[in-house]
Nanobody
Framework: QVQLVESGGGLVQPGGSLRLSCTVS????????MGWFRQSPGKERLFVAS????????YYGASVKGRFTISRDNAKNTVYLQMNSLNFEDTAVYYC???????????????WGQGTQVTVSL
């Protein structure tokens, strides 16, 4: 059974940066397409970014394209989300997710982490 654990969330000022990590255990990371999603209070969970198994391709949501970068290190069983130029609207719980299917299929993720809070505030 694969397990995902996110870390790296916290409080940051507008314009600042954070890097989230997602550590995978139980099975090799290279078996999965990986994605990041986020959910704000009272709102549905939204797609942020995803990456193919061998990191050859990435895919971003419109609101984060150009500011966020997803990457992975299969040898370390870790996926990253570098977030730059953060703004108030980026405040959310960020979730890491794994799929054994197509990494671009937003509703195809089967396994989820517990989430990490990112708060953008003055």
């Amino acid at each position: 059974q694969v397990q995902l654990v996110e870390s790296g969330g916290g409080l940051v000022q507008p314009g600042g940066s954070l890097r989230l990590s997602c550590t995978v255990s139980g099975r090799a990371l290279s078996s999965y397409g990986m994605g990041w999603f986020r959910q704000s209070p009272g709102k549905e969970r939204l797609f942020v970014a995803s990456i193919s198994r061998m990191a050859t391709s990435t895919y971003y949501g419109a609101s984060v394209k150009g500011r966020f970068t997803i990457s992975r290190d299969n040898a370390k069983n870790t996926v990253y989300l570098q977030m730059n130029s953060l703004n108030f609207e980026d405040t959310a719980v960020y979730y890491c997710a794994a799929t054994d299917g197509n990494y671009m299929q937003r509703n195809g993720y089967q396994t989820w982490g517990q989430g990490t809070q990112v708060t953008v505030s003055l």
